[in-house]
């Protein structure tokens, strides 16, 4: 039992050591002046779908925790904007939507997995669930928490909260959801495989 424990959160560390390996480095972020695109949910979708939706948490905790430094340091572009207007309101906005986008993602798929078993759609709903949901919680925490603020105005010039919502999510959502979608898939699958084999 203790083994089986130490063996699960040895994987966690893991998948969170690649997590940050991406996220302080060039490969986990395509840079634009406004947003970052992200492929940071590519290790959460893995890790949730393999480990579970509080792994999945852990995960997306720690995406929450780069993203807040970001902002912090001066390299989050919005982030950085929002974090000068209302620090407390912006730590939220980048570690609240990300935890719950991990553990959402671990129960889109044990959902999916009920519905289909080992069949590769779950693995694909699990692994686009995670880009999804992240564009989504965090553009919809956004809004609630600074669409009055004049730092907002700023960001999205003369569009609505609405309009410039849908704006992101069709530029950034759409790109990152197919790129977790195809790497996801493919590791996910390959290594509920091989954690299968090893039991």
């Known amino acids: 039992m203790k083994n089986t424990k130490l063996q699960y ?7 969170a050591a690649i997590l940050l390996l991406l996220a302080l480095t060039p490969l986990g972020y395509i ?7 992200t492929i940071l949910t590519v290790p959460i979708a893995i890790c949730a779908i ?7 948490a852990v995960l997306g905790f720690v995406f929450g925790l780069t993203s807040a430094w970001s902002a912090i340091s001066g390299g989050g ?4 904007l929002l974090f000068n ?3 407390v309101g912006t730590l939220v906005l980048c570690i609240v939507p990300r935890t719950l986008m991990g553990w959402l993602c671990g129960l889109v798929y044990k959902g999916a997995h009920r519905a289909f078993g ?3 759609v779950s693995t694909i709903l699990g692994s686009i669930s995670a880009p999804l949901l ?3 919680l ?9 669409s009055q603020s004049p730092v907002f105005a700023q960001i999205a010039g003369e569009k609505t909260a609405w309009l410039f919502v849908w704006g992101v999510f069709l530029s950034n959502g759409i790109a990152e959801t197919i790129i977790c979608g195809i790497i996801g898939t493919a590791v996910s699958k390959t290594l509920l495989l091989v954690l299968k084999l090893r039991e």
């Open 50 to 56: 393999a480990l579970g939706p509080t792994a999945g």
């Open 31 to 37: 840079r634009t002046p406004i947003l970052n695109i």
């Open 9 to 15: 959160w040895l994987r966690v560390t893991l998948f």
């Open 134 to 136: 992240n564009t989504a």
């Open 85 to 87: 207007y209302n620090a």
């Open 118 to 120: 080992d069949h590769i």
């Open 77 to 80: 572009g919005m982030t950085t």
């Open 138 to 146: 965090f553009m919809g925490t956004l809004v609630l928490l600074f």
